[in-house]
């Protein structure tokens, strides 16, 4: 029973960037810990195959980008 045709997780609102495009917010700056993606991953799995991982911050500089992508497969 796939719902959504893509899912995005904001795993980080950190940015190493300042795109002119990109809204700003006064939000904390933190990233997801693994338990919670995890946690996450097993509520969506049934509802998409496709699991983008940003929305504002850059997911690549993820402290721990490499154990989120190992959860991913």
């Known amino acids: 029973m796939k719902k959504f ?3 995005y997780i904001e795993i980080t609102n950190i940015c190493n960037l300042n795109c ?3 809204s700003k917010d ?3 700056k933190q990233e997801m810990n693994l338990d919670n993606f995890e946690h ?3 509520q969506i799995n049934d509802y998409t195959d496709y699991l983008y991982l940003h929305i504002k911050g850059e997911p690549l500089i993820h402290s721990k980008i490499e154990d ?3 959860l991913c497969f």
């Open 5 to 7: 045709k893509k899912i």
């Open 20 to 22: 002119p495009f990109c």
């Open 26 to 28: 006064n939000r904390k």
């Open 40 to 42: 996450i991953l097993k």
């Open 68 to 70: 989120i992508l190992n």
